[in-house]
């Protein structure tokens, strides 16, 4: 049994999201206008989409892999979180990573949407953490070859 999420169409026009091929973990969502991002420039593209997700669960919009490499088309805030209590439209923050201006037209697939169950944790301070492997190791601190 699949998880069924609630969606409103904020514009009448515009696609539901869609998985290209079963099995796929994320599924297609679209921009619902026109729009022309410079080199360099960044956009939060609309979708005219607004779901309803249960509690328990995040959507999470990461970039298409084409774009990005076809393209230099990119998220600012890749994966961008979609909370389960925000109803209102989804939006993608993109960015042009090229020298040339890149056009985006309504209906043209920006992103992908990951629905994920997760755990609400609770935060107890203590006065130190206990002892890891790692330690304090972090960025780069596993070297770069094996």
């Known amino acids: 049994?699949?998880?069924?999420?609630?969606?409103?169409?904020?514009?009448?026009?515009?696609?539901?999201?869609?998985?290209?091929?079963?099995?796929?973990?994320g599924a297609d969502i679209c921009s619902s206008v026109d729009i022309t991002l410079q080199p360099g420039e960044r956009a939060a593209v609309p979708t005219g989409l607004a779901i309803a997700l249960p509690e328990g669960f995040v959507a999470l919009a990461h970039p298409r892999s084409g774009l990005a490499l076809k393209n230099g088309i990119g998220m600012v805030n890749a994966p961008g979180t979609i909370d389960a209590g925000y109803r209102g439209e989804l939006k993608v923050l993109l960015i042009n990573?090229?020298?040339?201006?890149?056009?985006?037209?309504?209906?043209?697939?920006?992103?992908?949407?990951?629905?994920?169950?997760?755990?609400?944790?609770?935060?107890?301070?203590?006065?130190?953490?206990?002892?890891?492997?790692r330690g304090e190791g972090g960025f780069g601190s596993t070297g770069v070859s094996s």
Request: aromatic share 6%; no cysteine.
């Open 1 to 25: 049994m699949s998880l069924e999420i609630l969606i409103t169409r904020l514009d009448p026009d515009v696609p539901l999201p869609r998985y290209a091929h079963p099995g796929d973990a």
């Open 97 to 133: 990573h090229s020298q040339e201006p890149f056009t985006i037209k309504r209906g043209d697939r920006i992103a992908q949407l990951v629905i994920q169950k997760f755990e609400s944790a609770t935060y107890r301070e203590v006065p130190q953490l206990p002892e890891s492997v």
